[in-house]
């Protein structure tokens, strides 16, 4: 034990309003730390997933797709999750795209399948979640902050939206041609899992539950003084304005994440099993959690 307490973990998270909603007590140390030092690192969430398939980090944010790259080295948290219910990544167009009015699911799956999209990277579970919803689809992965542009200049047709661009895309100058966080709901009644923070299996059990209560009174401080770190975190974001940020954060910030319970489990059992039975996944994942 003692000699965890005399090594700087890293914990990998994004500087996006979630994450910094979440993880701001912690970096300003509004809680006790139990001893345990942190060294934060913040990156965009493809580079998160890939550092975490390299085992680089102890614990980290990542897109619940890249577990199932990296399930021999991490087990899930309970906690931190983000989940969409009812809502998620969004498939836009620039508004002078002419789209055509869709009758149903299938004609607009079959307009999209005619479409170059870009994706914020291949183990996003925005990417996941299209290739359940298309099948095999013409794309270019991009960083999302990049998606908006990669579309303007005729790079890609439609882009695939997270982060924050899912509520500012008609300021963007853009159109929705259809949320794959809905669409989930409608086809499973369940929301859609699309991040989570995992921790390195070769961490004591132990040290695993200290982390866990730590971070989730960091998550619980941040519900408790939402006005405050919005305020300082607006400076960070992009394009966000305080309305948008304080409904950015209930939509991913909820009870979800203090708790996956049993919907949450039965979200992430459905999301794999959907991915394995239509090819995406080679095999049928099962997720793992410390001190399941």
Same mark, same amino acid.
């Given at each position: 034990m003692t000699s965890w307490k005399n090594t700087h973990l890293t914990i990998g998270h994004t500087p996006d309003l979630d994450d910094a909603f979440m993880f701001h007590a912690m970096v300003e140390e509004k809680i006790s730390l139990r001893g345990y030092h942190f060294l934060h690192v913040l990156r965009d969430i493809e580079t998160l997933n890939r550092q975490a398939v390299l085992g680089e980090l102890h614990v980290s944010a990542i897109s619940i797709h890249a577990y199932t790259y990296l399930r021999d080295k991490y087990l899930l948290l309970p906690i931190g999750g983000s989940m969409g219910d009812g809502y998620g990544p969004i498939l836009v167009t620039h508004y002078t795209t002419s789209v055509p009015s869709f009758f149903s699911v299938?004609?607009?799956?079959?307009?999209?399948?005619?479409?170059?999209?870009?994706?914020?990277?291949?183990?996003?579970?925005?990417?996941?979640?299209?290739? *359940? &919803?298309?099948?095999? &689809?013409?794309? *270019?992965?991009?960083? #999302?902050?990049? *998606?908006?542009?990669?579309?303007?200049?005729?790079?890609?047709?439609? $882009?695939?939206?997270?982060?924050?661009?899912?509520?500012?895309?008609?300021?963007? $100058? #853009?159109?929705?041609?259809?949320?794959?966080?809905?669409?989930?709901?409608?086809y499973t009644q369940l929301p859609l899992p699309l991040g989570g923070n995992v921790i390195r299996k070769d961490i004591p059990p132990l040290v695993q539950r200290d982390i866990v209560e730590i971070l989730k009174e960091s998550i619980q401080y941040g519900l408790q003084h939402q006005s405050v770190i919005i305020e300082r975190s607006l400076p960070h974001t992009r394009e966000m304005e305080a309305t948008l940020a304080r409904r950015f954060i209930k939509m991913y910030v909820n009870h979800y994440t203090l708790d996956y319970g049993r919907r949450g489990h039965q979200a992430l059992e459905r999301l794999f099993s959907e991915a394995h039975s239509r090819g995406v996944l080679s095999s049928i994942v099962f997720p793992q959690f410390a001190f399941a």
């Open positions: 299938d004609e607009c799956r079959k307009w999209l399948l005619n479409q170059r999209v870009a994706v914020p990277g291949c183990m996003t579970t925005a990417y996941l979640s299209a290739r *359940i &919803f298309l099948g095999e &689809f013409k794309h *270019i992965s991009v960083p #999302f902050d990049e *998606i908006f542009s990669a579309v303007k200049s005729g790079r890609a047709d439609v $882009g695939l939206l997270i982060h924050e661009g899912q509520l500012t895309y008609l300021k963007q $100058g #853009f159109k929705k041609v259809l949320d794959l966080g809905a669409w989930w709901k409608s």
